[in-house]
């Protein structure tokens, strides 16, 4: 798939995979509509009732996920409306929500401050991500580094 940017926009930092993905989905409701489209919301509807978004910033993003291939639109069974589901590259951001979402639980909430908390399909907490080496280590931001392309 080619991922462009709209007319006149250019990549922050062509080389650069954090940066690109920054650009296409970094914006606050651009996560936040894919975290609930995780969560089963499918329809203009549906997001705008669970989000508390403005009509034309949720068209917008929509419009932008289904162009940067996040999300599928196609038309409702009522032939009024459409629905959204996730594409492969879509479902491809579940560890990134859920990195995010135990980042947040960590350093932006008090200790005993509740919060929702995601659970396997048997009520389980999720295990903390933690990025791996080769051979199974845990690996850490000194014990990796960026090789630049030339």
Not at 62 to 91: F, I, K, N, P
Request: hydrophobic residues 40%; contains cysteine.
């Amino acid at each position: 798939m080619d991922v462009v940017l709209a007319a006149g926009n250019a990549w922050t930092d062509p080389a650069c995979p954090v940066a690109r993905a920054v650009d296409l989905i970094g914006d606050r409701w651009s996560l936040l509509i894919v975290r609930d489209a995780m969560d089963g919301a499918t329809t203009f509807t549906e997001f705008r009732q669970r989000l508390g978004i403005a009509r034309n910033i949720l068209t917008d993003r929509l419009r932008r996920l289904v162009e940067h291939g996040v999300l599928d639109r196609s038309a409702a069974t009522d032939g009024r409306r459409h629905t959204y589901r996730l594409t492969e590259a879509g479902q491809d951001l579940f560890t990134t929500v859920v990195a995010l979402r135990q980042w947040g639980e960590r350093h932006a909430f008090a200790p005993d401050e509740p919060h929702s908390h995601l659970v396997d399909d048997q009520g389980r907490e999720l295990p903390e991500l933690h990025p791996l080496d080769q051979d199974g280590t845990p690996l850490s931001p000194k014990a990796s580094h960026v090789r630049k392309t030339p």
